[in-house]
């Protein structure tokens, strides 16, 4: 056993001594002071259970907070038109990338799949994601999250038939672009911020809904306005 190893096994059993669980037994040999430690097998098996049974609560208990956050987030309401920026979601980007990379990457790299998705075609793309996207990202990134979604345009809405029928699981939603919000251009250039990585899977599936006679297009024709620079 390393030094490393027989120190952090020291560590162990000292904690369990203060338990009442182990005890040091010193014996004289080489080498001198050899210390050997009894473990009680019962108490040190229910310390195992009860320490499982913490472990378990802290982990119940950050799931049912994170999802209560989660909701509270998106039963707030959206971001008016006017207050999109595409300037802004470019910012957002930036920062969500920067102080989220490890944890926001799949989410990310699904929203870049969605907007380029979206622009290459006239129909509806629509984002089927699982809450559980949002939950990984922890407790500090989520409102980061949402509002990431949010100000690129995004927003849930209600579930179309033929989705639905293909296996929507509880706790996915359905996330689009809202409809007339951004030019092709402006899409553009938010996806083209999200830097493409081999390395992380993009999190989500994308389906494409067809629009109905009448029905407003998802992009407006391309223009100035809205202009950020690429990231």
Known sequence: VSAADDKLLSASASSLALAGIARAVEEEQDPPGLRYWCVDRVLHEGFEQQKNQHRM??????????????????????????????????????????????????????????????????SRTIWVLDD??????????????????????????????????????????????????????????????????????ATGRVVHSTLEPGEEAVLRPSGLLGWCPVL
Request: hydrophobic fraction near 40%; charged fraction near 20%; proline fraction near 7%.
């Open 57 to 122: 609560r802290f982990h119940r208990e950050l799931q049912e907070r994170l999802e209560a956050k989660l909701k509270h987030l998106l039963d707030t309401p959206s971001p008016p038109d006017t207050a999109l920026s595409a300037s802004e979601a470019c910012r957002r980007i930036a920062h969500f990338g920067a102080e989220h990379a490890l944890e926001g990457g799949p989410l990310l790299q699904g929203l870049r799949r969605v907007l380029h998705d979206q622009i290459a075609t006239k």
């Open 132 to 201: 559980a996207a949002f939950l990984n990202v922890g407790d500090r990134a989520l409102p980061d999250a949402v509002g990431l979604l949010r100000q690129a345009g995004l927003q849930v809405q209600s579930t179309p038939t033929f989705v639905e029928a293909g296996g929507m699981q509880p706790g996915h939603r359905c996330w689009a672009v809202r409809p007339g919000v951004w030019s092709r251009s402006q899409v553009r250039t938010i996806a083209s911020s999200i830097k493409p990585t081999s390395s992380v899977a």
